[in-house]
């Protein structure tokens, strides 16, 4: 059985096999069958598509889901993540979904334990597997990857999609720019370029904004120019080559990211981008006990 903690660890086949294992799922509605398989989905910080897509991707696929609530558990009297995990799997879980606010929670865990670990977004490291989805969805769009422009708008410095999409697109051959205030620019990217979203966004094919990460704040921000400054307003997107698509991974600040006319509108596929959360993790559950 296999973790899933990182799109960093796969080579760019295994992950195309991935997209075209989900895109396939979603077309056939026909899924890998794991019943009899015992899972928990252990959300440390709050959620509404990745734990839900994760329990509609186990559905589908037959499991046993053991839940798990964190606000009534005994980590609230102190019992530590690994005893926690320890304990499931004493009891017979057999793979976790975790979301946790620690960077890399799952090294210890791995390293301790040979139990199947998904990594459900580790504070401001890692969500593979929004990277998946999102990559599923801009295949579908595109059909490739290969020197796509795709612009990352917005809280770099904080987001766990910017870190794992930036680095698994740009191996997969499409070209990075980030449009970001330069007070969120993010030194561990050295890929792609630092730019403004007014400077590329009639080259680009993929506008993929992101959430301001308010909760990691150390400083308050005040967003009330940011959609005039840096967001995706109605005249940016007006800018835009009619292939070009608008993606967020959500939940939305509506009209500090984006104008919200343009959250449903015709280039948009933020909700696709949810539809292909369940395809996406169904691979990756195939993945953790069939590959
Ligand atoms: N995109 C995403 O991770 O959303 P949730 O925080 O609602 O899971």
Redesign the pocket.
Known sequence: MNNFISLENLNPELVLELIDDAICYKKKKAYPNLSNHYISNLFF???????LSFEMAEKKTGMEIIYFDAESSSIKKGETLYDTVKTLNSIGVECFVI?HIQDRFYEDLIHRLHIPIIN??DGCGD?PT?SLLDLVTIQEEFGSFKDLNITIVGDVVHSR?AHSDAKILQRLGAKINFATPEFWRDSRMTMGSYTSLDSVIKETDVVMLLRNQNERHTQTYDESHFLEQYGLTKERANKMKPSAIIMH???INRNIEIDEDLIESRQSRIFTQMTNGVFARIAVLNYVFNY
């Open positions: 910080e709050n959620s509404t598509r990745t734990k979301r459900a977004g969500h929004q999609v991974p959500a939940p």
